[in-house]
């Protein structure tokens, strides 16, 4: 398998799901001639043209309705969102069309679209340019979510993302598109719904997704010193949730931690951790432990950023008191 | 205004126009009927007064290969656009058999087939899906135009002026039909307006805007099909204001208490139904008794549409679910 980077990797899908199909096109801002502020789409415009790797103006909700439209007349959008932070100003055309318009219409109209950007925090951008957004996101029935941890995830997810005839939102991170790893070279599809078990144990559980999943290996290598045996879970696909694996998890290490780099309040983190308390409820040796971005705007000052994310070591502090080894 | 004779059209296309006129009127006093009656419920917005538009510019394209965006006072277009008044009584009465399976309502009339696309609630956040829907006929080289209705109140928000700019950068073959019928919900357009002549509004765009007599049936449908002519031809969009006026309030919960009777006998006596019949009578192609047996009849047709939709299902309890995601 070749190593490539994470935004290799998404290049990758888009341009086999580009030349597979050509109902699938790319809009956003600087996408096209600039290659992608990102450069995700790096070599698209020059290989599929203008017609299909389109240059938007900064009209989020504009140009985001537009994606909505052309899926409903028969086109495969993707939608790329610079930031997760200016889909904000798009909110409204994937609450209120696209994740509508299905049941609204009574099953005639769907939606095959991708909205994909950077999520989470970064570095030194501040409250505006640093927010975790898929709490937002994965509140609304009609909607899909992913968030890949690793390259090879994510290309699988986008292609699949890609495929599918719902609006997915796809969830990247800045500091992510730099990170490498193994990526199969043949067909690779992840199918939605389906948690990775990235490593196994049997003293706790420890769930999260997206960037931070590198962060959980991480503090579960330093357990494991102590001996601790972690099982860390990527939950990758958020919604739909593959619940089944986390219970299973869960009735084996009766413990467990759940990590988001999003706010705590109504999250999915905080949706997670009730629903093992509902599920799990009589395996559970310890409360279920919540690891989050802190309750406040992202600060510009680098010490506290750092202090207000989750970090190695809040999750080895969590999984200690989950363990009554504090 | 343009100036020309009724000799220009034949009997029958007179009569089709007046028969779809009619059918609006006596279907939407029977819906205000049947909501005093508490059969149906939430917000209905009437059509009445403003039939010419909606039937004169449907009557202009084709919809095997154009498409239909309007907003929520849906029921208007829905009928000229073909819709089976059964399946839009029923929809109002939230059955099974409604156009939307009962779970879309007043402001959310869809019909796939009929290239009707809604039905849309929220003011203005459908103009961004018209030019979405013009760039997927742009790509598949149809010659198809998307016809994008919205009120005064619209005009004012981004998504006009963002769907704008778009649809002139990319060439996108959509007509842009501002339905002004003076009041958003209940506020005279010209407080609220910096200008008050809207055909201005595309200026900033490059898109030249007419003012259209929207009380005339025949005059809406000539100045449509010159623009739809023009947009195939050029591939370019285009934007009109027709002036209309809507009779009773915002929705049925609005009493119109913000304008005069002498305003509203003033567009009484230019009814779009009553210039018809005159130029039709004077022409000699209807007589005053082959008129109330026209009238008679669609009374009938929707007498029975409310038959139809008391007698049919309530949705099953299973719809819940259905149709969240494809």
Redesign the interface.
């Given at each position: 398998m070749a190593v490539i980077t994470f935004r290799e990797a998404l290049r990758q899908a888009l341009d086999e799901e580009m030349a597979r199909d050509e109902k699938v096109?790319l809009l956003g801002e600087e996408v096209a001639q600039y290659n992608g502020a990102y450069k995700v789409s790096q070599g698209l415009l020059e290989k599929y043209g203008s017609?299909?790797v389109?240059d938007?103006?900064i009209?989020e909700?504009?140009?985001?309705?537009?994606?909505?439209?052309?899926?409903?007349?028969?086109?495969r959008?993707v939608v790329e969102w610079m930031t997760l932070n200016f889909s904000l100003q798009a909110v409204?055309?994937v609450y209120?069309?696209a994740a509508k318009?299905?049941?609204?219409?009574?099953?005639?109209?769907?939606v095959p679209i991708v909205f994909r950007g950077p999520n989470g925090p970064a570095e030194f951008l501040g409250s505006q340019h640093s927010q975790a957004l898929q709490s937002l996101y994965c509140h609304c029935?009609?909607l899909?979510v992913m968030a890949p941890s690793t390259p090879a995830d994510a290309k699988g997810m986008l292609k699949t993302a890609i495929r599918?005839?719902?609006p997915v939102i796809f969830l990247e991170a800045e500091l992510m598109y730099g990170w490498k790893g193994e990526v199969p070279e043949t067909e690779h599809l992840i199918p939605f719904g389906k948690a990775d078990i990235k490593k196994t144990g049997k003293s706790v559980t420890i769930a999260g997704f997206s960037k931070p999943v590198k962060m959980i290996l991480e503090a579960a290598d330093l357990l494991e010193k102590d001996g601790i045996e972690a099982e860390v879970i990527d939950l990758r696909s958020l919604r739909p949730l593959d619940e089944e694996t986390i219970y299973q998890s869960v009735r084996k290490t009766n413990r467990c931690v759940v990590v988001d780099e999003a706010w705590p309040y109504a999250s999915v983190g905080s949706h997670v951790a009730w629903l093992i308390s509902r599920n799990c409820f009589d395996y559970l040796d310890a409360p279920v432990e919540l690891v989050t971005l802190e309750d406040v705007p992202m600060p510009y000052n680098h010490h506290l950023e750092l202090s207000a994310q989750p970090s190695v070591k809040k999750v080895i502090d969590a999984v200690k008191r989950a363990t009554y080894t504090m | 205004m343009i100036d020309r004779s009724n000799e220009k059209y034949p009997k029958e296309f007179m009569l089709n126009l007046l028969k779809k006129m009619i059918l609006i009127r006596r279907f939407e006093e029977l819906a205000a009927q049947m909501y005093g009656l508490q059969k149906i419920g939430g917000f209905c917005h009437l059509y009445i007064g403003q039939e010419a538009t909606g039937v004169g510019a449907v009557e202009a394209v084709d919809l095997s290969t154009d498409?239909i965006?309007t907003a929520y006072r849906d029921h208007g277009l829905a009928i000229a656009c073909g819709m089976d008044i059964n399946s839009l009584m029923a929809e109002l009465f939230g059955k099974a058999t409604?156009?939307?399976?009962?779970?879309?309502g007043s402001m959310?009339f869809?019909?796939?087939s009929k290239h009707f696309?809604?039905?849309?609630?929220?003011v203005g956040?459908?103009?961004?899906?018209?030019?979405?829907?013009?760039?997927?006929?742009?790509?598949?080289k149809s010659n198809g135009v998307v016809l994008c209705f919205f009120g005064d109140g619209a005009i004012h928000q981004?998504?006009f002026h963002?769907?704008l700019?778009?649809a002139k950068?990319?060439n996108l073959p959509v007509l842009y039909i501002c339905e002004n019928n003076q009041y958003g919900m209940g506020t005279d357009f010209r407080r609220v307006s910096a200008v008050e002549d809207f055909t201005i509004m595309g200026a900033s765009y490059g898109i030249e805007g007419k003012q259209v007599n929207g009380m005339d049936v025949l005059t809406v449908y000539e100045v449509v099909s010159e623009e739809v002519a023009r947009i195939r031809k050029e591939k370019l969009p285009g934007f009109l204001e027709i002036k209309t006026y809507r009779y009773k309030g915002h929705s049925m919960s609005d009493p119109a208490k913000y304008r005069t009777r002498q305003e509203l006998e003033s567009y009484r006596i230019q009814d779009p139904i009553i210039i018809l019949k005159s130029k039709m009578v004077d022409a000699g192609f209807l007589s005053e008794q082959e008129y109330e047996t026209i009238d008679s009849t669609i009374k009938a047709q929707c007498k029975d549409a409310v038959t139809f939709a008391e007698e049919s299902p309530e949705p099953v309890l299973e719809m819940l679910y259905?149709?969240?995601?494809?």
């Open positions: 096109i017609l299909r389109i938007t103006p009209s909700e504009g140009f985001t309705g537009l994606g909505v439209g052309a899926a409903l007349a028969g086109l959008p409204d055309q209120n069309n318009m299905l049941y609204m219409s009574g099953g005639q109209l769907n029935p009609g899909k599918d005839d719902n | 498409y965006y409604g156009c939307s399976k009962g779970k879309g959310h869809f019909d796939k696309m809604g039905g849309n609630g929220i956040a459908h103009i961004p899906l018209a030019a979405g829907s013009a760039l997927a006929i742009r790509n598949s981004g998504t963002e769907s700019n778009m950068i990319w259905q149709d969240v995601l494809v």
